[in-house]
């Protein structure tokens, strides 16, 4: 994967949580990869200040770049990537890296997702606390090459049962609510009778 002819890699450098704020220069904290990110993203939850960026000299994943999880408390989530395709660059953090590629970078994300990515990754993982990996084990990996055409085909297709998956999942708990209130509605309308109806 680290094969310089098809991507490099780049690794974030150090900020805090409390660093993050509202507004200001687009910003990817690595807790975030886990909770909030899925294969692609053009806008961030997080920002840091234009000022921390030049003193600490931040790195940046630009457009096309993809945004790997390098560092976190369980193993299976390492390695997951997202493809950054916001025009403008994204603040990385010290446990991620950035792969400048080639390759359709959408591709390359769904790829890291895979069993067959993390199988090749996980022996190069060193566990403790936290547990790591670094570019040299990361770039072990051997990603397959179709061709341009084959490569936005295989995206197309999963980009489609993404957005299908997110919106089952983002729906469902809205349609449920609705239907609830529905359900509330009618039994009240359906159970409430005029007072000479009652019988004491």
């Given at each position: 994967m680290g094969d310089e002819r098809i991507g490099k890699f780049q690794r974030g450098k150090?900020?805090?949580k409390t660093d993050l704020i509202n507004q200001g220069v687009p910003t990817i904290h690595y807790g975030e990869m886990y909770t909030h990110y899925g294969p692609w993203a053009d806008e961030t939850k997080s920002f840091v200040n234009e000022e921390l960026v030049k003193s600490k000299n931040l790195r940046v994943?630009?457009?096309?770049?993809?945004?790997?999880?390098?560092?976190?408390?369980?193993?299976?989530?390492?390695?997951?990537?997202?493809?950054?395709?916001g025009d403008k660059g994204v603040?990385?953090?010290d446990a991620c890296f950035s792969y400048?590629?080639?390759?359709?970078?959408?591709?390359?994300?769904?790829f890291t997702r895979t069993k067959q990515f993390h199988d090749q990754i996980k022996k190069h993982i060193s566990s403790?606390?936290?547990?790591?990996?670094n570019a040299r084990g990361l770039g072990k990996a051997i990603i397959p090459v179709p061709s341009t055409e084959e490569q936005e085909r295989?995206?197309?297709?999963?980009d489609k049962f993404d957005t299908l998956t997110t919106s089952i999942s983002e729906g469902l708990p809205k349609e449920i609510a609705l239907r609830q209130k529905q359900y509330e509605y009618y039994r009240d309308m359906l159970l409430t009778f005029p007072n000479d109806n009652l019988e004491a």
């Open positions: 150090r900020f805090v994943a630009q457009k096309g770049d993809v945004v790997i999880v390098a560092a976190g408390e369980t193993i299976e989530d390492i390695g997951k990537g997202t493809a950054w395709l603040v990385i953090h400048k590629t080639v390759l359709n970078s959408k591709f390359v994300a769904y403790g606390k936290i547990s790591a990996i295989v995206v197309s297709i999963l």
